[in-house]
Each structure stands twice: as C-alpha cells, then as structure tokens.
T-cell receptor, first 113, second 112 residues
Framework: GDSVTQTEGPVTVSESESLIINCTYS????????LFWYVRYPGEGLQLLLK?????QKGSSRGFEATYNKETTSFHLQKASVQESDSAVYYC??????????FGDGTQLVVKP | GPKVLQIPSHQIIDMGQMVTLNCDPV?????FYWYKQILGQQMEFLVN????????KSKLFKDQFSVERPDGSYFTLKIQPTALEDSAVYFC??????????FGSGTRLLVI
C-alpha cells in the first residue's frame, strides 16, 4: 500500500542553522501521487505548508522548500536558516488521487535560541 | 484563511456510550474526511464523504462508526457504542478537490 517514512524526531537545531527533514514515499495505487508537507504549531491545527503535484517540481513556503524526486521517491524538507518560531511538528504526506492522504509519523522540530 | 472547526475539542465518555464529533467544514468545500490519530502513532485515514455519501472507508472505520452531513450542517462522526480503543484524536478535513485539504484542530476523545 501507499506509505510515507520521515526522519524520526525530535530534531533539535539552533536558530539560524540549516535544516533537512527527510521524507521518502511508497506509492502503489498511483504513479504520480501528490506530495505535501503539513505543519502543526503548538496548540494549533494541522496546516498545509507546501505541496507539489508534479514530479521534478519544487514547492516553497515560509523559507521552506521541498523537491518532488520520483527517481529517489523522496520529498525532503529543507530550510537554509531556521527560526525559533519554526518549532513545530512537521508531517510529510502523500495523496493518492482518490481523496485519501497517507501521513508520515511526524517529526518534531525544536529550534533553540 | 478559511478554517475547519471541530466541536468539542475534548470529550470524555464512558465505554459503551454514544459520542458524536462535530465538524464545521470550509463553506464551499465538497469533500469531507475523518482521520484518527492514536497517541504516538500516525494519523490514519478513516473515511471520505462526498455528495451525501461515503466514498471510501478504511478498515479502521468499524461498523460502530457512521458519518453524515444533514442539509449542509455539521459533518459528524458518530461512534455507537464506544470502546476503549476508540480513544484518539479525530481530525476532520474538507477540500474542494483532491489536493487542497484544510484540517481542523482535532477532537481529543477519551473513552474510559
């Protein structure tokens, strides 16, 4: 079945350092799934951070970016310089085109001042 | 931006009782979903709903579960009767198509 695997948290980085949270996916029901990164800030609901629906394309939002790599079936999340306000739980997710989303386990990011 | 509201945010209920979780989706959205997240585990798809009907459900969507959205009001998830293993956070989502989902903050259900 379809699934997503991402970096196990917590991930702790210092402010202004770079970040990468790995995500790989397995899609058996669809050749080109939609790929998403969602974020949950403390005390808030799940928010869409970025999405990419075309293989080879890059999505970006709030300084984060992720590239849809079909060859390596990856969708790693990167940011060049994190801020303390980026502390949250990040979820990589796959949409199967049939109105279902498969989530990874989530990666808690802790940014130290 | 537009939000999905979930009511209540927390619910404690005795095992065997009925519970209804309410979701107020984004007003022009057409597809509605429920996801379940047990503490420490992944969020998992339960069911999606379109045009007044369940389109697809996972094996987690037990016979004790039902969903409806009467006359454009709340999209509800009803569990009757509840079991201890139903304790989880339940997330509602809505979308216009299949790539723009808006999630609610979740209802934390504790069955005791």
């Amino acid at each position: 079945g379809d699934s997503v695997t991402q970096t196990e948290g917590p991930v702790t980085v210092s402010e202004s350092e770079s970040l990468i949270i790995n995500c790989t996916y397995s899609a058996t029901s669809i050749a080109y799934p939609n790929l998403f990164w969602y974020v949950r800030y403390p005390g808030e609901g799940l928010q869409l951070l970025l999405k990419v629906i075309t293989a080879g394309q890059k999505g970006s939002s709030r300084g984060f970016e992720a590239t849809y790599n079909k060859e390596t079936t990856s969708f790693h999340l990167q940011k060049a310089s994190v801020q303390e306000s980026d502390s949250a739980v990040y979820y990589c997710a796959l949409g199967d085109g049939n109105n279902r989303i498969f989530f990874g386990d989530g990666t808690q990011l802790v940014v130290k001042p | 931006g537009p939000k999905v509201l979930q009511i209540p945010s927390h619910q404690i209920i005795d095992m065997g009782q009925m519970v209804t979780l309410n979701c107020d989706p984004v007003s022009n959205h057409l597809y509605f979903y429920w996801y379940k997240q047990i503490l420490g585990q992944q969020m998992e798809f339960l069911v999606n709903f379109y045009n007044g009907k369940v389109m697809e459900k996972s094996k987690l969507f037990k016979d004790q579960f039902s969903v409806e959205r009467p006359d454009g009001s709340y999209f509800t998830l009803k569990i009757q009767p509840t079991a201890l293993e139903d304790s989880a956070v339940y997330f509602c989502a809505s979308s216009l198509a299949n790539s723009d989902y808006t999630f609610g903050s979740g209802t934390r259900l504790l069955v005791i």
